[in-house]
């Protein structure tokens, strides 16, 4: 079946460099991109960027950018995020989520998500 | 302060009809498409209505979405308890800063 497979929780300490991964199967994976979403504990949903699975192209939300990097590995289909000198406000569930290819912005498949705590 | 408005909270009985609104600007709802997503507790979001109104499958036609202008809607009918969760909506803005994805900043149903 279609799903996203993410690695398992980090604990890092503030200015370290977190790289949470996205394995895809079920489908093609270059014929999608995925978007990484955050949720700090109990709060919203917040969307972090994206990046074409099928040339790389990638676009970030601003607030993080010079501190976030996407890429994407085809031969594995795995996607990557990379997160560099967190803070305790960057503590949060990170989620890749596959776009609706017809819908820029909806996001149909989900991984289950990879909690991140940046803590001294 | 998300960028999207919706009510912090919404209940119901079950079987009633429960409505979530969700207030943009033109730079988002008013010129792009609304996507809702349920949560589940302690579970990741799941794509509920695209599109402004478009069901993926497997959702039931309980849920439907609809737009006007800068904001956008949620209607649950025939309220289960399986419903209680919290609801976001999401759409792209094209302003200055993007263009990037904006999320509302949830609502959480309760069933009564």
């Known amino acids: 079946q279609v799903q996203l497979v993410q690695s398992g929780a980090e604990v890092k300490k503030p200015g370290a460099s977190v790289k949470v991964s996205c394995k895809a199967s079920?489908?093609?994976?270059?014929?999608?991109?995925i978007s990484w979403v955050r949720q700090a504990p109990g709060q919203g949903l917040e969307w972090m960027g994206w990046?074409?699975?099928?040339?790389?192209?990638?676009n970030y939300a601003q607030k993080l950018q010079g501190r976030v990097t996407m890429t994407t590995d085809t031969s594995t289909s795995t996607a990557y995020m990379e997160l560099r000198s967190l803070r305790s406000d960057d503590t949060a569930v990170y989620y890749c989520?596959?776009?609706?290819?017809?819908?820029?912005?909806?996001?149909?498949?989900w991984g289950q998500g990879t909690m991140v705590t940046v803590s001294s | 302060q998300s960028v999207l408005t919706q009510p912090p909270s919404a209940s119901g009985t079950p079987g009633q009809r429960v409505t979530i609104s969700c207030s943009g600007s033109?730079?988002?709802?008013?010129?792009?498409?609304v996507n809702w997503y349920q949560q589940l507790p302690g579970t990741a979001p799941k794509l509920l209505i695209y599109s402004n109104n478009q069901r993926p499958s497997g959702v039931p036609d309980r849920f439907s979405g609809s737009k006007s202008g800068t904001s956008a809607s949620l209607a649950i009918s025939g309220l289960q308890s399986e419903d209680e969760a919290d609801y976001y909506c999401a759409a792209w803005d094209d302003s200055l800063n993007g263009p990037y994805v904006v999320f509302g900043g949830g609502t959480k149903l309760t069933v009564l």
């Open positions: 079920g489908y093609t994976f270059t014929s999608y991109g």
């Open positions: 989520a596959r776009e609706l290819g017809t819908t820029p912005g909806a996001f149909d498949i």
């Open positions: 033109s730079s988002n709802i008013g010129s792009n498409t």
């Open positions: 990046i074409s699975a099928y040339n790389g192209n990638t």
